[in-house]
């Protein structure tokens, strides 16, 4: 698993062991990180252009150390110093000492564009709001030439804490970052700015609770469901499907779709597709006699393609079974009766539904995303998972290895089993996902692996992340379909386990 930390929790677990360390110790073992990352983006370091670009803080510092190992492996190296005065005066000094030179900005943009290298330590990580005016012109300059930049913890001009970028910031080749992921290197927007990230070890010791988790398959495949020698049909769990409508009839298929493949052992659709469901997929209990007559299950889908059928969406919450809401459920529910739900509850919102429940607009969650999915969790009191180009899982859970059957007993508001608050990011997918149904798979996967016993937060995560394979699989570098997702689950599935 990979983990992101605060930037208060670094800087403390830092201050710790800088206390045990002798002076400059640790800036020492970022900046031979640095240098040798610097050196693999070069190939042939001897006779290289490397231009750094050096702020104030300890992210100028670690440049110029590592600037002065470059120099001693004979690079040219030049620092732009945009606070002279501010300039970390040891960085400074072994860099001139190494044969190395500092200049002002005064001509520095035609030294940036000549550049094989360009090192931004402008900002560190806890620098807020865009680059300052005095900046801009050194990263668009660095941005028109053909040098390979990289920034060193995290790229200068993005929110380390929440992945906001506020106004200009500076794209990266590669981002080499110490000690440990900082939440803006995992989220959109400021993870495109990112490019590859790089982790160097610098001996930090951190709490065993992070402020951001991402799965990978060895924690995927500890989670997902797996039938045992006595396992029937109903053992497995039975997962409930009301969506569709006269007009959205492929919506009920597709969920049904991504349902089948979920590891539920059964799947009951209720709705009026009943019909092209059967069709489709005739291993589906099928029932229009609405959700109370359907039969025993141990989760629910509600609200893909619904339309305005609110009744059967209230119908739903009002179930002492785990619920997943999606699309026109989302519009449909009464937010008391999701926030009075003792069962989990797992709500499936893209960014365009997270602004409409939030009451802000659109711009605001894609800007934001960290902080819409934690405030829609904590208004609903459910877990939430906000799709987009970075999807986010937020709610209270177990956490990651805690296996089928963690949802049993949630609390009230719970959205999960109950223990420590978790966010989590996907890792997965691909933008081909951006295309009609494909939200419903992914509805349907979710409901199916909380039939099959996962908390909301685990269910939510494993679900992200099956789906984005699939649709990475399906994909392969070309447009692909909803239902060519569907039929990737297993795919994924077989990767995750095989590792």
Not at 292 to 306: I, L, S
Request: aromatic share 4%.
């Amino acid at each position: 698993m990979r983990t992101a930390y605060s930037v208060e929790t670094v800087r403390a677990a830092e201050r710790e062991l800088m206390a045990r360390l002798p002076e400059g110790a640790l800036m020492q073992r970022a900046a031979a990180g640095l240098a040798a990352a610097c050196a693999d983006v070069l190939g042939r370091v001897y006779g290289s252009r490397v231009v750094l670009l050096v702020g104030s803080g300890d992210n100028g510092g670690d440049a110029l150390h590592a600037g002065a190992r470059l120099a001693r492996r004979g690079a040219g190296v030049s620092a732009v110093l945009l606070a002279p005065e501010r300039a970390h005066a040891g960085g400074l000094a072994a860099l001139r000492r190494a044969g190395g030179r500092a200049v002002g900005t005064d001509g520095a943009t035609a030294l940036v564009e000549r550049a094989d290298l360009v090192v931004d330590g402008i900002v560190g990580i806890g620098g807020t709001g865009g680059l300052r005016p005095d900046a801009v012109p050194l990263a668009d300059a660095a941005e028109r030439s053909r040098a390979a930049v990289v920034a060193v913890d995290l790229p200068s001009g993005v929110e380390a804490d929440s992945g906001e970028v506020r106004g200009r910031a500076l794209r990266a080749d590669l981002t080499v970052t110490f000690g440990t992921h900082k939440p803006g290197l995992l989220i959109d927007p400021a993870r495109e700015y990112a490019g590859t990230v790089r982790l160097v070890d610098i001996g930090l010791t951190l709490p065993e609770e992070p402020e951001l988790e991402a799965l990978q398959h060895a924690d995927v495949a500890r989670l997902l469901p797996v039938p045992a020698a006595e396992s029937d049909k109903y053992r497995r769990g039975v997962v409930g499907i009301a969506a569709g409508s006269a007009r959205y009839p492929g919506a009920a298929v597709l969920a049904v779709a991504g349902a089948l493949r979920g590891g539920a052992g059964a799947v009951r659709y209720v709705g009026p597709a009943g019909q092209a469901v059967i069709a489709r997929f005739p291993e589906t209990l099928v029932s229009d006699r609405g959700p109370k007559h359907a039969g025993r299950v141990q989760a629910w889908v509600v609200g893909p393609g619904a339309g305005d059928d609110a009744a059967t969406v209230a119908e739903v919450l009002a179930a002492d079974v785990p619920v997943l809401i999606d699309a026109d459920g989302l519009r449909l529910a009464e937010p008391s009766a999701v926030r009075g739900r003792r069962a989990p509850t797992l709500m499936t919102p893209h960014a365009g539904e997270a602004a409409a429940l939030l009451g802000v607009e659109r711009e605001e969650v894609e800007g934001g995303r960290l902080s819409a999915v934690r405030e829609l969790a904590a208004r609903y009191g459910a877990t939430v998972l906000l799709k987009g180009s970075t999807t986010l899982v937020a709610g209270a859970g177990a956490g990651a290895g805690a296996g089928a059957g963690a949802g049993a007993g949630a609390g009230p508001g719970s959205g999960a089993g109950g223990g420590r608050w978790v966010v989590r990011v996907n890792p997965t997918g691909t933008a081909w996902l951006a295309t009609a149904g494909s939200g419903d798979v992914l509805s349907g996967l979710g409901g199916s692996l909380l039939a099959a016993g996962l908390s909301a937060v685990d269910a939510g995560s494993v679900a992200g992340y099956l789906h984005g394979l699939a649709g990475r699989f399906a994909a392969d570098g070309a447009p692909v379909g909803a239902r060519d997702v569907a039929e990737g689950i297993a795919g994924a599935w077989r990767s995750v386990v095989r590792g």
